[in-house]
């Protein structure tokens, strides 16, 4: 079961360049014509840099999960989200959190301005993805906790889903998995959210 995400983005990469989707993807000028995205920055091509161009796609009402999968897998949308953290809101009161790379203190703090975001906006069904995740510091996991604990307060749910290889491996040796909700998939986080979102309790 999938999330249509639409929402904002927060983006964390070290020595990242302003770059433009159509430059990146070699997009002609006559696609971009047709482009949804292009159409909506033709006026103001200096709002170009960076833009989150698979959220405005979202709003699209003939959008699916196929179309999903398709931007995960474009050039342009790896460049910009390489090792990075990206939060979108979903159906409701969910959020998707999807990290890349290593959780050093960089992306923690990172993570920390998330939290105090969703708080601030009453936002407590999260899912953390960590399938694109390398490597973890203590520091991340320790957040991982403050956000379980925050969704918890707020009557919510926190599920970290997808670690594999030495993150997982540091993730149990802390026993994490004792406290906050993991599962392997995303499909299943997104299920509990799902599930937490239509029965709250």
Same mark, same amino acid.
């Given at each position: 079961m999938g999330i249509r995400l639409t929402g904002y983005q927060i983006k964390a990469k070290a020595g990242r360049v302003n770059m433009n989707c159509y430059e990146v993807t070699e997009c002609p000028e006559e696609r971009r014509a047709s482009c949804l995205v292009f159409r909506n920055f033709q006026n103001k091509p200096g709002d170009m840099g960076n833009i989150s161009c698979w959220v405005l796609k979202r709003g699209d009402p003939n959008w699916t999960d196929a179309d999903a999968e398709r931007c995960r897998q474009c050039s342009y949308y790896l460049a910009v989200?390489?090792?990075g953290v990206t939060v979108s809101y979903g159906r409701g009161d969910a959020v998707v959190i999807e990290c890349g790379g290593a959780l050093n203190l960089l992306r923690t703090q990172v993570l920390g301005e998330v939290a105090d975001k969703l708080k601030c906006e009453g936002k407590c069904k999260v899912?953390?993805?960590?399938?694109?995740? $390398?490597?973890?510091?203590?520091?991340? %996991? !320790? %957040? %991982?906790?403050?956000?379980h604990l925050q969704c918890e307060e707020m009557g919510g749910l926190f599920v970290m889903a997808g670690a594999t290889g030495y993150v997982k491996v540091a993730i149990d040796a802390v026993l994490i998995?004792?406290?906050?909700?993991?599962?392997? $998939? %995303?499909?299943?986080?997104?299920?509990?959210?799902?599930? !937490?979102?239509?029965?709250?309790?």
């Open positions: 989200n390489h090792q899912a953390l993805d960590l399938s694109a995740v $390398t490597n973890i510091y203590s520091c991340a %996991m !320790s %957040m %991982m906790v403050r956000l998995d004792k406290i906050v909700k993991c599962v392997e $998939t %995303m499909d299943e986080a997104l299920a509990l959210i799902v599930a !937490s979102v239509d029965n709250p309790p």
